[in-house]
Every structure is written in structure tokens, then in C-alpha cells.
């Protein structure tokens, strides 16, 4: 399995993961995650849960860009308080439906999971406090190009908020809100095209800033 890696050193690396790369063995993908990559070039991994070694966090399979692995227990510890302290900073690209109010817009929702379907999340006044911020990056007459800012880092979080705030990515299978069928009128025919041009969900991780 190919892997781009943009910095690396004794402490840690961070890859930039292709879309459809799952994160860590699981049921059905148990030799072909960006973990059975990492050991097999040599990497050395530390901390972490039993089969997740030096995973500091995750990107979802189909979610492409930048993620840091540890190479050491001491990394894996100072990462994961560093994540926990909202000391990583952590921008991501995104194409969404229609068109936002305002720019910036602060989302804040909680995020529980889905009390029906286990594999998804919802937002739910029981769940676990998240917060994204949103900015308007380029308007398109059916889309928008948006850069978006994690406060906290819930499961799903970005794919969540956008479709809670009726502004969901473009080509998310599982959070799409109807996908281009939200879009009437003379647009529609341009959504159209979008959404057949979009094999996966059009989420990137673009930029990373902590203190090494």
C-alpha cells in the first residue's frame, strides 16, 4: 500500500492518507489499513489501543489528508493530551450543498451516536459537546468550497454538522441529506453533474499546526 508521507522523525509522521484507506484493522479490512502500511515499510509504532498503534486520531476511509502517527509512547501520550487540550489545530476542506447564511458559521451541536444505527452519529441533547466553524472559501451556483475548523474532534463531526445545519458534503453517502435533489431550479442540472462527478465524500484534511 502506497503512502505519502509529508514529514516524519524519531518522535513521529504524518501521512497523507489516500481516501478509501481505512485507519486500522477492523472487521473486513484486518491487512489492508493505513496500520498494516506503516509496519510493513518499518515504521516504528507506539501507544495507542490494542491494534491501533501509534493512532493519535482518525480520518473516516473515504476522508483523504493529513494525520499524525506516534513512534513513541512519550509522542502517543503528549499527542493525545495535546488533541484532548485542543492544542492541534486542524483545518479541512470541504464541498457542500447549497449555500451558507453567514461566514464564519459556528456549528454547535452534540454528537451522540444514532440511537437506531450503530454506525452512524446523531445530534442529540445527550451526546458529547462539538463544535465546528465554517467559512465560505469560494461560491458556486450549487455548491460551496468551505474551510472548516474542528473544536473537538466527535466521531463524524464535520459530515454531522453540515447536514444538522442543511449544508451537507457533497457525495457523503451516509450524511448526503438527498445529495444534488436538494437543489432545484436552474442549478439542479449543475448539481447533477456534481454528484455523478464525486465518487466518495468531498472531505479533505488539509492542514495541521501543533507545537512538536
Same mark, same amino acid.
Given at each position: 500500500?502506497?503512502?505519502?508521507?509529508?514529514?516524519?522523525?524519531?518522535?513521529?509522521?504524518?501521512?497523507?492518507?489516500?481516501?478509501?484507506?481505512?485507519?486500522?484493522?477492523?472487521?473486513? &479490512?484486518?491487512?489492508d489499513? *493505513?496500520?498494516? %502500511?506503516?509496519?510493513?515499510?518499518?515504521?516504528t509504532? =507506539?501507544?495507542? @489501543?490494542? #491494534?491501533?498503534?501509534?493512532?493519535?486520531?482518525?480520518?473516516d476511509?473515504?476522508?483523504s489528508?493529513?494525520?499524525?502517527?506516534?513512534?513513541?509512547?512519550?509522542? &502517543?501520550?503528549?499527542?493525545? *493530551?495535546?488533541? %484532548?487540550?485542543?492544542?492541534?489545530?486542524?483545518?479541512? =476542506?470541504?464541498? @457542500?450543498? #447549497?449555500?451558507?447564511?453567514?461566514?464564519?458559521?459556528?456549528?454547535?451541536a452534540?454528537?451522540?451516536?444514532?440511537?437506531?444505527?450503530?454506525?452512524?452519529?446523531?445530534?442529540?441533547?445527550?451526546?458529547?459537546?462539538?463544535?465546528?466553524?465554517?467559512?465560505?472559501?469560494a461560491r458556486f451556483?450549487?455548491?460551496?468550497?468551505?474551510?472548516?475548523?474542528?473544536?473537538?474532534?466527535?466521531?463524524?463531526?464535520?459530515?454531522?454538522?453540515?447536514?444538522?445545519?442543511?449544508?451537507p458534503?457533497?457525495?457523503?453517502?451516509?450524511?448526503?441529506?438527498?445529495?444534488?435533489?436538494?437543489?432545484?431550479?436552474a442549478?439542479?442540472?449543475?448539481?447533477?453533474?456534481?454528484?455523478?462527478?464525486?465518487?466518495?465524500?468531498?472531505?479533505?484534511?488539509?492542514?495541521?499546526?501543533?507545537?512538536?
Open positions: 500500500i502506497p503512502l505519502v508521507l509529508v514529514y516524519e522523525d524519531e518522535h513521529l509522521a504524518i501521512i497523507d492518507k489516500p481516501a478509501g484507506l481505512v485507519v486500522h484493522p477492523a472487521p473486513g &479490512h484486518w491487512d489499513t *493505513l496500520v498494516n %502500511a506503516l509496519v510493513a515499510r518499518g515504521t509504532l =507506539a501507544g495507542g @489501543a490494542e #491494534g491501533r498503534p501509534g493512532i493519535v486520531h482518525r480520518l476511509r473515504d476522508t489528508g493529513l494525520m499524525i502517527v506516534a513512534k513513541t509512547d512519550l509522542a &502517543h501520550r503528549r499527542l493525545g *493530551l495535546a488533541i %484532548a487540550a485542543r492544542r492541534v489545530s486542524r483545518s479541512y =476542506a470541504a464541498l @457542500a450543498w #447549497g449555500h451558507l447564511d453567514s461566514s464564519p458559521l459556528p456549528i454547535e452534540p454528537v451522540a451516536r444514532h440511537p437506531q444505527d450503530r454506525k452512524r452519529m446523531a445530534v442529540s441533547p445527550r451526546g458529547r459537546s462539538a463544535r465546528t466553524d465554517a467559512w465560505v472559501v451556483d450549487a455548491v460551496e468550497l468551505l474551510r472548516l475548523e474542528l473544536h473537538t474532534g466527535r466521531t463524524h463531526q464535520i459530515r454531522l454538522h453540515l447536514e444538522h445545519v442543511g449544508h458534503v457533497v457525495g457523503d453517502p451516509v450524511y448526503g441529506g438527498g445529495g444534488s435533489r436538494r437543489i432545484s431550479g442549478n439542479r442540472r449543475a448539481a447533477d453533474r456534481i454528484a455523478a462527478a464525486a465518487p466518495r465524500q468531498a472531505l479533505h484534511a488539509a492542514a495541521l499546526a501543533f507545537r512538536h
